[in-house]
């Protein structure tokens, strides 16, 4: 553990994983490249660690030591109090959850690594907005999907809105990315999964028609909002699923459109599935 | 049809209906004592004059005429024709959809009305976030339920962000409020409704295990982020459900929530059952 260290100089070089938190532009090339990510208060910072990801440092105002004393303890890192005025200046917002923790990256793993050991997997492709990110990996922990892989250019889950807005998921659902793309898809087919492809086009299959019954492998793929599956990734899928519309209306948001697949594709649609909780019973 | 008339004094009386959208509050209280409501763009200006709301006027730039002239012709509200500058003196914001339109609200069906109707409807309770309504309303049009009963306290679905978010689905699915809560709950009992209350209680009844099958009709009952439903709702209710959850998650956030539940109420997700597309079929 180390003695938290009141600073007050804004410019202090202690400070600088938490300076200019409000510049997205900056911070998304920023964070990977320096190997960090920002975990803002008090659950999201426990979560990170009992997730396994090591504290580079804590960033807190005097009133939060006591809450946080067991985080603080548990770890080397550098505790840095600061005044509610100062943490503004440095990040550009008033932080008033109270705590930020700047924690290190992990290596992500390889694909074809997380693919051995899933048997309901999410595809994502050009997911580029923090806030989708973040609630497709809330609904994918709920309903039990047991990996996400992401296309090359998806959106950072570990970018501060991202984390936010799962609750801490995307510390507890596996995630890798896809080097190429749509090429990578190949090696989902070749782990023995069958890919589904999300669209709304009509003449798509419903989706519980598309599902394979017992312990076959799915690889739901899902586009962004508005644009969808771009259409290489729907001429690499195994078949294009939808989920039934009431007439007259486009489609649902990505999100709900994401919780209702996942909510069908683990099983727990057909109360009796071998896919439902009751599985493996006599 | 009206000429369209510019305007360029930013205290123009005519132009009242357009000041301060962005106080939420002040627009809260205004816009249904006075009547109206605002959409935004144009394809939202589109669907609520499709849905038969009357316009009671538009404010444009000029650039933004031709687009909307049919609706414009179609009219016999005034139109106004403004600078950019000046619609953002007049609304508190930058119009980038161009085009805004007053609309007069009209008298809200009873619920006992709606009701006789209807087969799936969702009950919600003190859902105040007009980002939630919004998105609850544009998962309820896609996944076909039939209408939506709100509690006293919950957002006006015609707030301009809920209208936005639903995608113009405020328009089309119908709904009404209870006037008393949880007491209202019995009118719809007595309409021959099953109560099903959604909760993540780990006691309650799987969602599909719940669902009685045929033609019965059902009302979810939904509360908002966070609290979820008051314990006299849950006491009112015929029976407490919950979508089956992952080990160690919490809950869904209410728009995934209400999306998934809407789709298994709906009876899409069992492809064979009497819910389905082919219902009626031999």
């Not at 803002?40 to 939060?64: C, D, F, N, T």
């Not at 580029?128 to 994918?140: L, V």
């Not at 898809?185 to 028609?209: I, K, N, Q």
């Amino acid at each position: 553990m180390a003695e938290p260290v009141t600073v007050d100089d804004p410019g202090d070089p202690r400070l600088r994983d938490y300076t200019g938190l409000t510049d997205v532009e900056l911070r998304r090339r920023r964070e990977p490249a320096e190997g960090l990510f920002i975990a803002e208060g008090e659950k999201v910072i426990r979560r990170a660690g009992q997730a396994g990801y090591a504290m580079r440092s804590m960033l807190l105002s005097e009133k939060w030591i006591d809450a946080m004393r067991d985080v603080i303890d548990a770890s080397t890192a550098p505790v840095y109090v600061v005044t509610p005025e100062l943490a503004e200046r440095v990040t550009g917002y008033h932080v008033h959850r109270g705590a930020l923790a700047s924690m290190g990256r992990r290596p992500l793993p390889a694909a074809r690594e997380l693919l051995g050991r899933c048997r309901r997997v999410a595809v994502m492709e050009a997911v580029n907005d923090h806030t989708n990110i973040g609630a497709i990996f809330r609904s994918a922990a709920a309903l039990g999907m047991d990996a996400v892989l992401l296309s090359p250019d998806c959106a950072d889950p570990l970018y501060r809105r991202s984390v936010k807005v799962s609750m801490g998921a995307v510390f507890s659902v596996p995630y890798a990315r896809l080097d190429s793309w749509p090429h990578g898809l190949e090696e989902v087919r070749e782990a023995g999964f069958r890919l589904l492809a999300l669209t709304p086009d009509e003449r798509a299959v419903p989706l519980t028609e598309a599902l394979p019954g017992g312990p076959a492998r799915v690889a739901l793929m899902l586009g962004a909002e508005g644009a969808g599956l771009s259409a290489r990734a729907l001429a690499a899928a195994d078949e294009r699923v939808r989920i039934p519309m009431a007439h007259g209306v486009d489609s649902l948001n990505v999100g709900a459109a994401a919780a209702v697949a996942f909510y069908a594709v683990s099983g727990a649609a057909s109360p009796r599935s071998p896919g439902a909780a009751g599985a493996g019973g006599p």
